[in-house]
């Protein structure tokens, strides 16, 4: 940081040291915060922008760390006039803007939507993914706690949806055998685990409570290369999910 030549400010901050948060929040109206894994490093930014009265902004793609603060914040952002915006990043701007801009298309041309699948596709030469990582240690560290962690989402969902959403009788069909058919072809796809299907069921609770809309199901996928893959995956992520049961499993996952 004392070597930058950049005529742009820098502010030190640290998470330990609340006021220092707070100082470095009341000198801008939003903030952007893209430290993770927000789980650790999350809740005290969001506290310090709701002392300073300036808006937050951030790409989490942790499912609980988001719900956990749309419970504990929420009130406190509406009365205080600050808005607290999770997921514009990769997670889940863009499958919960999606959905949106369907609904909104459906609506103008007086069509009622039940349900939307998504389907992410990743086109990366085979090279360049040995070469490198393609998930930056935060987003797998973030993985791994919030799968230790993922039992304790049914709680908190309790608490956050008081309201059962009306969904229409139609439901996504299960792709039990890991296949599906778009125009006629056929793809190998396994469920997507991000937080894209979190996001995305926050705002049709949203549409419901407040706006008085129909909830639209929405069920993201992966798109998978081959059936091969689609064993590898499942194989990896049984060991992964079997690995993040055990604290000797953690530290082996975070090594």
Request: hydrophobic share 35%; with cysteine; proline share 4%.
């Amino acid at each position: 940081i004392e070597n930058l030549t950049s005529n742009v400010d820098t502010i030190v901050a640290n998470i330990t040291n609340k006021q220092s948060l707070i100082d470095m929040c009341a000198r801008t109206k939003v903030l952007v915060n893209c430290v993770g894994p927000y789980r650790h490093y999350g809740e005290p930014v969001v506290e310090a922008c709701l002392q300073a009265r300036t808006h937050y902004i951030d790409i989490c793609g942790e499912p609980q760390f988001l719900e956990t603060i749309q419970l504990r914040y929420d009130s406190q952002a509406q009365e205080r006039e600050i808005a607290i915006v999770g997921s514009c990043g990769f997670d889940s701007l863009i499958a919960d803007l999606g959905t949106e801009t369907i609904r909104k298309e459906c609506e103008q041309k007086d069509l009622e939507i039940a349900l939307i699948e998504s389907y992410l596709a990743i086109d990366a030469p085979k090279a360049t993914v040995h070469k490198r990582e393609i998930v930056n240690y935060a987003t797998w560290e973030a993985a791994v706690y919030g799968l230790h962690h993922a039992k304790e989402l049914k709680s908190l969902r309790q608490k956050l949806f008081e309201q059962k959403l009306p969904y229409s009788k139609y439901k996504i069909e299960k792709k039990s055998n890991f296949k599906t058919t778009i125009h006629g072809k056929s793809f190998w796809v396994v469920p997507f685990p991000g937080s894209d299907k979190s996001v995305v069921q926050r705002t049709q609770y949203f549409n419901y409570t407040k706006l008085h809309k129909k909830p639209i199901r929405f069920q993201p996928y992966f798109q998978m290369p081959s059936f091969i893959s689609v064993v590898k995956l499942v194989f990896y992520g049984f060991i992964f999910s079997l690995f993040t049961k055990f604290k000797l499993g953690m530290q082996c996952l975070l090594k």
